[in-house]
């Protein structure tokens, strides 16, 4: 609790410290393939990543996430999630096809396990919507946000927060491809709902 008050008063060094003392702590007491043991990794390579230490939390991750194939199964929700959150490091990397490879295997077990319309379903989606679009995959990009937007309009309601994210997305991808007048007709829609 201590390390998490560090990290939300931007104290990521003592933080660190405590997560480090917390992790070894619990590898020794639990064994290094506990869940709290692999809570705490995540937690660590959480810190790590926001002080920019990629490679330390992208580490991290790995082992969390084999550990959680291993003990869980790869389609297990804290497997995927472990997944993800090493598809964000390595997209924050510009590592984008691995970051895509694991974000297409946590959206479409995540389809299979939970539907196309659950909410983490379509926060994969939305996720590897922005990995084609820093690839510059413009199509693909837009065809993933068309169906988060739609879904979250359906699902959610106009005006809730996914929604408005999801079609903001949309907008800055049509926008980059020259379809200005699409991109701000969809942006006013957007601030008129805010």
């Not at 309601?157 to 929604?163: E, S």
Request: glycine content about 8%; hydrophobic content about 40%; proline content about 2%.
């Amino acid at each position: 609790m201590v390390g998490l008050a560090y990290k939300l008063g931007g104290q990521w060094d003592n933080a660190e410290k405590l997560e480090v003392q917390v992790m070894q702590t619990r590898k020794k007491k639990l064994r290094a393939d506990h869940p709290y043991t692999l809570t705490s990794m995540g937690n660590l390579a959480l810190t790590l990543w926001n002080q920019g230490q990629w490679d330390a939390a992208e580490e991290l991750e790995v082992q969390v996430m084999e550990t959680r194939k291993k003990k869980l199964g790869a389609d297990h929700p804290d497997t995927l999630t472990s997944m993800g959150n090493l598809a964000l490091t390595l997209w924050n990397q510009g590592q984008w096809d691995a970051a895509e490879e694991l974000e297409v295997q946590v959206m479409e077990t995540r389809k299979k396990k939970l539907g196309a319309d659950h909410p983490d379903t379509l926060t994969s989606m939305g996720n590897l919507a922005l990995t084609y679009r820093n690839q510059g995959r413009w199509d693909a990009a837009e065809e993933l946000e068309v169906q988060v937007m739609e879904t979250r309009k359906k699902k959610l309601g106009a005006d809730h927060l996914d929604t408005l994210t999801s079609m903001n997305n949309l907008a800055s991808t049509w926008k980059v491809q020259g379809r200005s007048v699409e991109a701000v007709a969809l942006m006013g829609q957007c601030v008129s709902k805010c």
